[in-house]
């Protein structure tokens, strides 16, 4: 059977199969995280810089003349001619989506990627170094996203850590919030956006993570491209109980410190995946199939990351995260 007669003849299967593939990809946003410098190896007060606010830029991910060609009030003969070409512009990306094709087909089994594990920590706080330095050896593992964010609590006590930003401290705070606790400490460890631990406790730390791995994925992630410019696709075989935020995170592999003062003075610290801008990019209703478009700056690298959005009294909350992925 051709195209054609594949896509009119079928009318209740074929028609809506092509209003499905053509309403995929609902959203295309191009996003330029601003580059952060954070060096590898400096003194403290030469260390990286706050890094500037994004501005993501919202572009229509599909034409809209591609479904609005094709009217029921055209003949038989001449809606199939506008459905073929309305599909070949969609797979072949003659219409500024760039194709369809890598969308990811129905029925595809949702992969839950790298775990991801956040560790709150600080240059000032005294019981953070022994859990940094244990905190290295799950950067280099393909299977867990390491992620180190520097909170500002502990400035006051003579030496105020180059790395830390209020926004990681507010994030530690809303993930207690979310949890029903009234406190926040360092080092704490957060595995997969929902469960916590002290950091030093790495035995525990191996327990959630294989607990994570084990746990059944709810989301299609599809990552493609290369070269600072990627493909983000998203799915949901099931509708998510809570919508989603789509993140990008860039951060520095290695950073050396040398803290002068306050309770760690004297110490040359070592430091992983220091992460240094932490950017929402896009909300998701958890539902729908949807594309997005990021351009990735710089040298630092960045992952994705997708996680659940829960209600909270004064705003939103933190919840699971469904899904991650390394851009580069």
Known sequence: MKRADAIIGTVACGCLAFALVIGAAQTALAQQPSETSVPGSA???????????SSPAASSGVSAGASSQSGSSLPGAALIDRLNQAL????????GTGGLMSLAPRGTQPSRGPVVVEMFT????????????????????????????HVDYWDYLGWEDPFAQPAFTSRQKAYARAAHSR?????????????????????????????????????????????????????APKPL???????????????????????????????????TAWHSVADWDGRSET??????DG??????????????????LPGPILAAARLN
């Open 43 to 53: 003194a403290p007060a030469a260390s990286g810089t706050e890094p500037a606010a």
């Open 88 to 95: 070949e512009r969609a797979i072949s990306g003659e219409d």
């Open 122 to 149: 600080s240059q000032g706080c005294s019981s953070c170094p022994p859990a940094d330095e244990s905190f290295m050896a799950y950067a280099a593992r393909p299977d867990v996203i390491a992620l180190s964010l």
């Open 183 to 235: 406190s926040i400490y360092t080092p704490q460890m957060v595995v997969g956006g929902a469960q916590s631990l002290i950091g030093s406790d790495m035995s525990a730390l191996d327990g959630m993570i294989a607990g994570e791995k084990a746990r059944p994925a709810l989301v299609v992630l599809n990552v493609s491209g290369d070269d600072g410019r990627y493909v983000i696709d998203l799915g």
């Open 241 to 275: 109980d809570f919508p989603a935020v789509v993140q990008i995170v860039r951060y520095a592999p290695h950073a050396r410190v040398a803290i002068l003062r306050g309770e760690n003075a004297g110490m040359v610290v070592d430091y992983v995946n220091v992460v």
């Open 291 to 296: 594309r997005l478009a990021a351009r990735i």
């Open 299 to 316: 040298d630092q690298p960045a992952v994705v990351i997708v996680q659940s959005v829960l209600p909270g009294k004064s705003g939103s």
